[in-house]
């Protein structure tokens, strides 16, 4: 599916094939609410319903503030999605689906690249920044900064896949150590410490391989910690996060923004487009901030690292209005995934995407990262573009980050390989619309497929793949977790891992896991349904009452979705697939084997 043609508006027209310079956003467990616009406005999404709305990490609706202007911004210039979703909701899948315009049925990326993995993201799969590499001439030069995490080295690094410069890190920040701990000190827990690296081999406290009794991490059974990279150099073992250890003090999410800038620069003086992929550090765990901000948010540590987020972010948009590209930048922000309830202090808002069926139906659960509940992939959207996209614009259509690909690729005069699917689709006529608040809900996708390491097409076919359920239904077992409608939620599998907040029983010594691990006698093992819960969307985004079985409210949607899956199976069956290598070797990016943990310099 290449999608619809570019849309018919002036703007639309003089859009195809005019290589605007192109910088994506894209922040780690950011959830819906974590964004000032989006928590202001939560209220009046179609659906949400003002007694049944998360958290408020990033505002205040009583007063009307926001801790994240910058980002309120580029919503203010542009074009805010209120039904934006990511292809998968954990890391490296969604990562993959962004860059290919594919999920993981397809392209076989449907879990995590570990530190020692061998391969990663598929070398027939094509990331955006290798499409853009086969324009003639000089054409644009592109760079990726951040968190990669789709193949750490050799031929899956970021330089290998298109990208002319890399800064950033390989995989998560919780995948090793480094010389800050989550939150600490001022998170309360009282066991950070072993968050900490071992400064030398003699330093036996804190452990490294010991995960905190607070909450879930870093458990590090690689011996490791986080390597900060330039290109495939590594800059620093272990990265500094929070600008406290490295000798310039500079913090992670500045240094990012620092590179962002140059690159912007170095673009301008060669008379060239930019391709700009900025895949955040924040908002994952080790949640983390330099000591600037330390309580400057009111909203916790969280809150003070959306900051943190916001500021480098500011940094980023400055260092556009310096170079004259902000006109000819196109602006796309989201984040790869819900947020990480589970990890409650640390982990942010789903907004009115609460998944509470999941939490009452199941006594308890999470319904954000890692779970195909809207919290888990519904997101933040932003398209921003002055004098091509309307500002101050809010669409309710069923888009996605899937849509990237195709999007950035018809700007920039790139056509779409036709040796196989793709499942974005060109956003150009949704966000150069006129009045894109205009356009109904069913005028772009009307379908999404969503699934949590779940299994590639070929290995679902050889486990059943999607089999006959109740009824004529098709159940896809194994293969996707739920279907999206405009307006309409289908889940087939329930019940994920339980949220377990440290202090949840009144006491902040409380173990992470004590009360509330995933299955066991809880009940929390994920159960695969042959008639999937359905809800109505325009009236319950909180997921909390499934349409009643035999009205027709809940045999039109089911035959709607049944449609949708079966032609789903028709693509899959017809498509060109990949298969990814999740084999370790255990040779991890190591700036010095001789020290502890690959520190490039042991400390005393």
Known sequence: RAGPPVGTSPAGLATRGSKPSVLIIFVDDWGWGDMGANCLNAAAVPGAQPDKIDKETSCDTATGRSITPHLDSIAASGIRFTDFHVGAAVCTPSRAAL????????????????????????????????????????????????????????????????????????????????????????????????????????DTTPLADQSTTCHPGPVNPWNYSIPLMHGVEVLQQPADLDGTSSADG???????????????????????PFFIYMPYSHMHVPIVHSPQYTGKSGRGVLGDALMELDDSVGMVLQGLEDTGRRNDTIIFVTGDNGPPQDQCDW?????????????????????????????GHREVGLVSWPGKVT??????????????????????????????????????????????????????????????????????????????????ALRPTGLFE??????????????????????????????????????GALGYLPTWLDVPLLFDLTVDVA???????????????????????????????????????YHSRGAKICCNPDNVVCRCTEKP
């Open 99 to 202: 860059q290919t315009g594919r999920m993981g049925a397809r392209t076989g990326v449907t879990s995590n690249f570990q530190p020692g993995s061998l391969g990663g993201l598929p070398l027939g799969e094509l990331t955006i920044a290798e499409h853009l590499k086969t324009l003639p001439g000089p054409g644009y030069l592109t760079a990726a900064i951040g968190k990669w995490h789709l193949g750490p080295q050799g031929k899956f690094a970021p330089t290998a896949r298109g990208y002319d410069s890399f800064l950033g890190i390989p995989e998560s920040i919780d995948y090793g150590c480094t010389d800050t701990a989550m939150g600490a000190p001022d998170s309360g827990c009282l066991h950070w410490e072993h968050d900490r690296c071992p400064r030398n081999k003699r």
């Open 250 to 272: 500079v913090h992670l999410s500045l240094r990012y923004a620092q590179f962002a800038t140059e690159v912007m620069r170095n673009a301008t003086a060669q008379d060239r």
């Open 347 to 375: 982990g942010g808002s789903v907004g009115p995407f609460l998944g509470q069926w999941q939490k009452t139906g199941q006594n308890g659960g999470s319904s954000g990262k890692l779970t195909s509940w809207e919290g």
């Open 391 to 472: 500002p101050n614009a809010v669409s309710h259509v069923l888009a996605s980050s899937l849509d990237y690909l195709p999007t950035v690729l018809a700007l920039a005069g790139v056509p779409l390989p036709t040796d196989r699917d793709f499942d974005g689709l060109d956003l150009a006529p949704v966000i150069f619309a006129k009045d894109p608040s205009a356009a109904p809900a069913d005028s772009h996708h009307t379908s999404l497929f969503f699934s949590v390491g779940g299994e590639s097409y070929p290995e679902a076919m050889e486990q059943g793949g999607l089999v006959r359920g109740g009824g004529e």
């Open 482 to 519: 739920a279907v999206r409608l405009p307006g309409v939620s289908a889940m087939y599998k329930v019940g994920y891992m339980a949220q377990c907040c440290r202090g949840a029983n009144g006491d902040a010594n409380t173990p992470y896991n004590a009360t509330c691990a995933i299955g």
């Open 543 to 581: 997921q909390s009452t499934p349409l009643k079985l035999g009205t027709a409210a809940h045999t039109a949607a089911w035959r709607a979705v049944n449609a949708s899956v079966a032609a789903m199976h028709t693509s899959l069956m017809n498509d060109k697939h990949s298969t990814a290598d």
